[in-house]
Structures are given as C-alpha cells and as structure tokens.
C-alpha cells in the first residue's frame, strides 16, 4: 500500500454532470499531481498542486480543474462531463514537486459516463 | 507523434525467457526516466529508475541512450508474477524546475508456464 487513499473507487454520471474526486496524499508528501488514463493508454498529465497552488497543468480543457487544501489532500473537479472523460483518474502524491523523486499513485476512481 | 513511443506487445514468453522492451521519447530536454509497472486494473508502480550508466536490480536491467533518445528494460529469467504491463516514463521539463510524467501507452507482458 502507498498511503495514497482515493475516492470514491468508482464513479457513474451522465453527459454533461459535474463529478469531484478525492486523494489524500500520503503522510509527509506536499505535491500531487492528476492523470487520466484511457482504456490501453498510458495515463496523462492533468495538472499538478503544490502548496495549494496549481503548479503545471497539461493538454486539459479549462474545465478540469482543482484543488489542494492545507493538509496536502486535493480535489480533482469535472464539469461538464463528455462520454470521452470515461476513463481511470489516478492521482500521485510525491515529498517534491520534482518528479526526480518517486511519485506514488493510489489506486484510481474509474469514471464512467453515459 | 507520441512523446514516449512504445511497442504495445503483447509480449508473450514462457517463464525462464528473457525478454526485451524498447522505448523512444521525443523531447530531448527529458532529464529522468523510469520505468513503471501497472497490473491489470491497479495503479502504476515505479519498476526501476533509469540512469546513462545503466543499471540493474535483481533480474532487471535498465540502459538509457541520451544520444539515441531510447531506453530499454531487459528482464531474464521470467516470473509468472512479471505479467503486467510495462510503462515507459520520462519526466518533461516545465520552468522553474516542475515537472510532469510522461507515460508510453506501455507494453503488456504474459508470461507462460
């Protein structure tokens, strides 16, 4: 186990709901960062939150967005949800917002929409 | 063009085999690599750093080619326990020094008994 705790684990909605999802970041680590993976892809950077401030963001539409909260636990905000958002959202808590340190991924929530 | 390139395999080798993943990446201001392990419906898990001189971790071997952009994992002696699929990661610069994962869509490995 990582001591990175995601939530909820799976997630159904509809075309054009908003969904939140959760990580608390495992003890110690300042920095998490969000990726989508599609179904037989590699996972895609979404942005990355480092002391409550976003702190790099990728190929994402404005309406992914996010939080982190003093303790170091993020949100990850949808809106309006595209049947292509169906994916396995991962989030990593790393002790840097450099990724030369070991990033630690929990375990996902799987969005569907439809 | 993909970032990190990567044989999607399947790669399927009976146990005891040695078995050989290659990946490409695109952006040469990269400046760390890994590879990462994902089994089936769980999260990723970083398999081994990779560095220019080259380096090994028990029945794994991991080589970086700066120069070539290209990075490989060798794997001998295979486990049933290996099967998984193997993501090729490279870290892309953004300024003041932040940094993001750059996955390859990763290659899956079955081994055989």
């Known amino acids: 186990e990582t001591g990175v705790t995601q939530s909820p684990t799976h997630l159904i909605k509809t075309r054009g709901q908003q969904v939140t999802l959760r990580c608390s970041s495992q003890?110690?680590?300042?920095?998490v960062s969000w990726y989508q993976q599609a179904l037989g892809q590699g996972p895609q950077f979404i942005f990355q939150?480092?002391?409550?401030?976003?702190?790099g963001r990728g190929n994402f539409p404005p309406r992914f967005s996010g939080l982190q909260f003093p303790n170091y636990s993020s949100e990850l905000n949808v809106n309006a949800l595209e049947l292509d958002d169906s994916a396995l959202y991962l989030c990593?808590?790393?002790?840097?917002?450099?990724?030369?340190?070991?990033?630690?991924f929990g375990q996902g929530t799987r969005l569907t929409v439809v | 063009r993909k970032e990190v390139e990567q044989d999607p395999g399947p790669f399927n080798v009976p146990e005891g085999a040695t078995v050989a993943f290659n990946c490409t990446y695109s952006?040469?201001?990269?400046?760390?690599f890994f590879w990462y392990r994902q089994d089936c419906r769980k999260e990723p898990k970083l398999l081994m750093s990779?560095?220019?001189s080259g380096n090994e971790d028990g029945r794994f071997t991991a080589q970086l080619n700066r120069a070539s952009q290209y990075i490989s994992l060798l794997i001998r002696d295979s486990k049933l326990s290996d099967s998984a699929t193997y993501l090729c990661?490279?870290?892309?610069?953004?300024?003041?020094?932040?940094?993001?994962?750059?996955f390859g869509s990763g290659t899956r490995l079955q081994v055989q008994p």
């Open positions: 990661v490279v870290t892309s610069g953004m300024d003041t020094g932040r940094r993001a994962l750059t």
């Open positions: 939150y480092y002391r409550e401030e976003e702190n």
């Open positions: 952006n040469s201001a990269s400046q760390s």
């Open positions: 003890s110690g680590h300042n920095t």
């Open positions: 990593a808590s790393s002790f840097t917002q450099s990724m030369n340190t070991e990033a630690f």
């Open positions: 990779v560095y220019s």
